[in-house]
C-alpha cells in the first residue's frame, strides 16, 4: 500500500480550499514596510543573513521555512524583541530605528508570538490595554469594555472582555492576541505560526479576519512552515532557507511542490511506503478508562480501544482534549479514576512507570526537553538511561563506561545523531538530534509497545522523514505504536486507524484510508464518527 | 472588659503599624517579581540609623527621611544584584539580612555619643507622641484607633491606597504584568528593568519606615535585635495577605494581636508558654500555602506572581 501524503495538493488545503479569494495584488507606489539587508547574529549562529522583506498595504505576505530558517528571529527584529545587528526598516518610505517592542507599536507594527503574549491572570480587558501608551493613569474600564465590544463585534471576535486568560481555549486567546492588535491601530500584523493550536474550524476563520482586515488597507505577514496556508493565506511568499532568503513568489504563480523544494534545498519525498503486513496480538487494551486532569476534572472519560502488535494507531484532536492525560496514565505518570489498562495481556493499570517500562513500554514524549533528556547530562548516557540497571551496562551494581560509549557510538551512527562527540550535553544538540537521540533510546528499548506523542513536532522535513519512517519501520518488525499528533498529514500518511479525541472522548475510530481531513476535521470539533456520514 | 479590649487594640495596632509598613513595601517588590528576604537586615538597619539620627538631630523627620534612604539602599543593591546581574534572589536576600543584622548592630556601637563610648544603647531621644483626635478619641473600644502616631494615621491611608493604585490604575497594571509574565509585558512596551528597579526601591523604603517605627515610636529607643525576627514575619505575612496590600491588614492585626494577647497573659502570670502563642501566626501562613497549592482556581486569583524570584532578559529564549 501506498499513502501520498500530499498527492493532491488541493486535498491538503482542505480547511482552506473552497474559501480561498485570489485577489488582484494593488502595486501602490511605496511600500508600507521595506526592510533591507537584515543580519542577525546569535552566539555560535547567524540567524539572519542579508535578508529583505517587501510588504505593500492590503497584502498578506507568507514566510515560509523549516524550523530554525530564521522566520521567528527576522520577526522578533521587526516587533523589537531582538535587535538586528545590521541592516536597515524603512517604514512608509521612512527609515526607522525599533530599539524596543514600544517603538515598534508605535510604528504601527503588531506581533502576535507563537506562545501568546497575555497575561493569565488578568482579565482579556486588563490584557488588551497593557502598555498602551496613551492611557490614562486610572483606566475607565467601562469605557475600555464598551469599545472591546464594539471592535469584538465589527471583527466577528466573540470574547468577554471580563474573563480571565486562564480560563479561555487556547482559540479564544487567539482572538484576544488579534483584538489587542486591533484595538492598537496595528497597521503591519505579524502572525507567528497561528493556526497551529486552531481547528480547521478556527483556521478559516481566522482566514476570514485577516481577509477583513486586508480589505480595510491593513498589512500582514504571518510565519509557517504549512505549503497548503501559504496558498490559502497569502498574496506574496518568500522563502528562507539557514537564515537566507531564498526566493520571493507571487502566491497564486507557484505551487506547494516549488516550495517545498526551496524550502529545504533539495527536492522531498512527499511519500511513505507501507507494506502490508499481519497484525499480531493485542498489545494494549483499554477499557472504559476515565482520568483526572491537574485540577481534578475530568479529562478522560470511557475511553476503550486495543492496538494490535504491528498497529499504529494514531490518535487526533485539537491540543487540550485528553491526549496528555492518554499518554500519561499509559505510560505511568498519572493514575486513572477508573477503567482497565492491560498492556500484553496482563493488567497494568495504575503501575509505576518502571513497572510500565519492564513490561516492554517505550515512550516519546510531548515535551522533549523536560522529559525526554536530561540536558546537563552527556549525549551517552542519555542513550543508556533506559537500560542501564541492567547488564552489559551495570556489572555488580556498578555503571560500565566503556560499554556504555560503545552503545552510545553505535546509536549515533544508526540514527545519524548530529553530535560532536558522544559526551556532548544533550542540551546542546538541535530539536531534531534530540528527537533522534529520544527516539535512538526507546526504540532500542522497545520491546513491542511504543507510546509517541508528538515525534515529529517541530522537526524539519529532514527529520520528520526519518521520524516517520522510523515508526513505520517499527510496525512491520511487530511493534504496537500508539501516536498522538496534530498533523493530519501526519496521522493519515504514517497510522493504520485514527481514534479522534474531543472533551476527552473518543468520537470515533477509523481506518486511514477511509479518513478524509473533512471527517477529522468535524470530529476534532465534537462530531461523532457516526454522525458525520449521516 | 471594655478596658481590656480597648488596650488590647491599642497594642495591635501599635505593633502592626510597623508590620503593615513592611507588608505593603514588600508586596509591591514581590508583585513586580523580586523575592527580597533582606527584610530583616533592612528593618534593623533603618532601626538604628533613625534612631540614630534622630538622637543627634533631634528631627523625627530626618530620621525618617534617614530610614527610607537607608531601606532604598539595601534594596538597590539587591535589585542590582537581581536584576542587572541576574543573581539567585534568594542568595542575594539572605546575604542583605546578614549583612545588615551584622552590621545594625556594629553600628549600635559607633553612632551614639561619646559620653556612652558611641553606644546607642539605652539612650532616650525624641519619639512619635501619639495624637488624639478630639471626640473620636473617646469613644469606647475604637477610640483606640484615633489615638495613635502620625505614623500609625499614615497607615490607614497606605492601605486602601496601596489596594488602589495596584488594581485600578495604569502603573499598578504594568506592575503586575511584569510580575506575572515579565514576556508579556516587555513585548507590550513595559521597560521590565525599570519596574523591577522602581518598586524594590520603593518596597525597600516602606520596610525601612516599617524599621524606624520599631525605633521611634513602638520601643523608642535602640536595643540588640530590636525587629525580634519581624523581618520574617513579613515575608510569611506576604504570603498571607496572598500579595494583596489590603488584606496586609487582616495579618497584621492577627499578628500584632498576638503580640497584645502575650502581653496579658504574661501580665497576669499564665502558664501557658509563650511559644505557643507565637506559633500561631506561622501555622496560619502554612495554612495559608496548602490552601493555595491545593485550590488552583483560588491560586490562580491570589496567588504568588507567577515570575517571583526568576530574572528576565529579553533575548534568553
Same mark, same amino acid.
Do not use: D, F
Given at each position: 500500500m501506498i499513502i501520498s501524503i500530499c498527492q493532491p495538493y488541493a486535498l491538503c488545503a482542505w480547511p482552506f480550499a473552497n474559501f480561498c479569494f485570489r485577489r488582484e495584488t494593488k502595486k501602490v507606489t511605496t511600500p508600507i514596510l521595506d526592510m533591507k539587508g537584515i543580519t542577525k547574529r546569535f552566539p555560535n549562529v547567524v540567524?539572519?543573513?542579508n535578508v529583505d522583506v517587501e510588504l505593500y498595504p492590503g497584502e498578506v505576505l507568507a514566510l515560509l521555512g523549516e524550523n530554525g530558517a530564521g522566520k521567528s528571529t527576522l520577526m522578533n527584529v521587526l516587533a523589537g524583541m531582538y535587535r538586528a545587528d545590521a541592516g536597515e526598516i524603512f517604514i512608509r518610505g521612512k527609515r526607522v530605528e525599533i530599539d524596543s517592542p514600544r517603538d515598534a507599536m508605535r510604528l504601527g507594527i503588531g506581533m502576535i508570538h507563537q506562545n501568546f503574549m497575555l497575561v493569565d491572570t488578568m482579565t482579556v480587558a486588563e490584557n488588551i490595554i497593557l502598555g498602551l501608551p496613551d492611557l490614562p493613569f486610572v483606566p475607565n474600564m467601562v469605557d475600555v469594555n464598551g469599545r472591546i465590544r464594539q471592535l469584538s463585534e465589527r471583527y466577528n471576535l466573540q470574547v468577554d472582555p471580563d474573563s480571565r486568560i486562564w480560563q479561555l481555549s487556547v482559540g479564544e486567546q487567539q482572538r484576544v492576541e488579534i483584538l489587542k492588535l486591533i484595538y492598537r491601530g496595528a497597521e503591519i500584523l505579524i502572525l507567528d505560526e497561528p493556526t497551529a493550536v486552531l481547528t480547521p474550524q478556527e483556521a478559516k476563520e481566522l482566514n476570514g479576519i485577516l481577509q477583513q482586515m486586508t480589505r480595510e488597507g491593513k498589512s500582514a505577514i504571518f510565519i509557517t512552515h504549512k505549503m497548503e496556508e501559504v496558498i490559502a493565506f497569502s498574496d506574496w511568499v518568500r522563502v528562507l532557507n539557514k537564515g537566507r532568503l531564498v526566493t520571493v513568489k507571487q502566491t497564486n504563480r507557484t505551487n506547494p511542490q516549488e516550495l517545498a523544494r526551496l524550502m529545504v534545498g533539495r527536492d522531498v519525498l512527499f511519500r511513505l511506503e507501507k507494506k502490508d503486513h499481519d497484525l499480531g496480538d493485542v498489545a494494549l487494551e483499554l477499557t472504559d478508562v476515565s482520568a483526572n486532569n491537574d485540577k481534578g476534572l475530568p479529562a478522560l472519560q470511557g475511553i476503550s480501544f486495543r492496538i494490535h502488535s504491528g498497529e499504529i494507531l494514531g490518535v487526533a484532536g485539537v491540543a487540550g482534549n485528553g491526549q496528555k492525560q492518554l499518554v500519561e496514565i499509559l505510560t505511568g505518570l498519572r493514575n486513572v479514576s477508573g477503567g482497565k489498562i492491560r498492556i500484553f495481556n496482563e493488567d497494568k493499570t495504575n503501575k509505576s512507570p518502571l513497572e510500565i517500562i519492564n513490561s516492554g513500554v517505550s515512550h516519546i514524549p510531548a515535551d522533549r526537553i523536560a522529559r525526554g533528556v536530561a540536558g546537563d547530562m552527556s549525549v551517552a548516557n542519555n542513550l543508556a538511561m533506559k537500560c542501564y540497571r541492567k547488564p552489559p551496562l551495570v556489572r555488580k551494581g556498578f555503571l560500565h563506561p566503556a560499554r556504555i560509549l560503545d552503545l552510545a557510538r553505535r546509536m549515533i551512527d544508526l540514527f545519524s545523531i548530529d553530535t560532536p562527540t558522544p559526551q556532548t550535553h544533550a542540551k546542546f544538540l538541535s530539536g531534531g538530534n534530540i528527537q533522534k537521540t529520544i527516539l535512538a533510546r526507546e526504540i532500542d528499548a522497545c520491546r513491542g509497545l511504543l507510546i509517541a506523542a508528538y515525534p515529529a513536532r517541530g522537526l524539519d522535513v529532514g527529520a520528520t522523514e526519518f521520524v516517520r519512517k522510523q515508526m513505520i519501520a517499527q510496525s512491520e518488525a511487530g511493534t504496537a505504536i500508539l501516536l498522538v499528533s496534530e498533523d493530519l498529514e501526519e496521522l493519515v500518511g504514517v497510522a493504520d486507524n485514527i481514534a479522534v479525541l474531543f472533551e476527552g472522548k473518543v468520537m470515533g475510530i477509523l481506518p486511514s484510508n477511509k479518513a478524509d481531513t473533512e471527517k477529522l476535521g468535524m470530529m476534532m470539533a465534537g462530531v461523532k464518527l457516526e454522525e458525520t456520514t449521516a | 472588659m471594655i478596658e481590656l479590649i480597648t488596650s488590647l487594640m491599642a497594642i495591635t495596632l501599635r505593633s502592626g503599624a510597623s508590620l503593615i509598613y513592611a507588608t505593603v513595601g514588600e508586596i509591591y517588590t514581590e508583585r513586580s517579581g523580586i523575592l527580597n528576604l533582606g527584610i530583616e537586615g533592612m528593618m534593623l538597619m533603618s532601626a538604628v540609623t533613625s534612631f540614630a539620627t534622630v538622637y543627634h538631630t533631634g528631627s523625627l523627620f530626618l530620621g525618617i527621611l534617614m530610614a527610607m534612604l537607608v531601606g532604598g539602599a539595601m534594596a538597590s543593591i539587591h535589585a542590582f544584584l537581581s536584576i542587572t546581574m541576574r543573581a539567585n534572589q534568594v542568595v542575594s536576600g539572605l546575604s542583605i539580612t546578614l549583612f545588615g543584622s551584622g552590621m545594625a548592630s556594629f553600628l549600635g556601637q559607633r553612632l551614639g555619643p561619646e559620653s556612652n #563610648?558611641?553606644?546607642?544603647?539605652g539612650l532616650v531621644g525624641a519619639k512619635f507622641e501619639p495624637i488624639a483626635i478630639p471626640f473620636l478619641? #473617646?469613644?469606647? +473600644? +475604637?477610640?483606640a484607633i484615633f489615638n495613635q502616631d502620625i505614623l500609625t494615621y499614615i497607615v490607614y491611608l497606605l492601605l486602601p491606597a496601596g489596594w488602589y493604585y495596584l488594581y485600578k490604575t495604569r502603573n499598578g497594571l504594568n506592575l503586575r504584568a511584569v510580575g506575572e509574565n515579565p514576556q508579556t509585558a516587555d513585548a507590550m512596551g513595559i521597560n521590565i528593568a525599570k519596574v523591577r528597579y522602581l518598586y524594590t526601591i520603593l518596597g525597600g523604603m516602606l520596610v525601612g519606615i516599617g524599621g524606624a517605627h520599631l525605633s521611634l515610636s513602638y520601643a523608642p529607643g535602640w536595643t540588640e535585635n +530590636?525587629?525580634?525576627g519581624r523581618g520574617w514575619i513579613v515575608i510569611a505575612l506576604v504570603i498571607f495577605s496572598m500579595w494583596n496590600p489590603a488584606r496586609a491588614v487582616w495579618g497584621a492585626i492577627l499578628f500584632g494581636g498576638i503580640n497584645a494577647v502575650q502581653f496579658r497573659l504574661q501580665a497576669s502570670g499564665t502558664t501557658i508558654p509563650a511559644a505557643y502563642l507565637n506559633m500561631l501566626p506561622y501555622l496560619a501562613t502554612i495554612f495559608v500555602l496548602v490552601i493555595l497549592t491545593w485550590w488552583e482556581a483560588l491560586s490562580k486569583r491570589v496567588g504568588a506572581p507567577s515570575a517571583l524570584a526568576k530574572s528576565y532578559m529579553r533575548e534568553d529564549k
Open positions: 540567524a539572519n543573513e | #563610648k558611641g553606644y546607642l544603647v478619641s #473617646k469613644l469606647p +473600644i +475604637i477610640g +530590636i525587629t525580634g
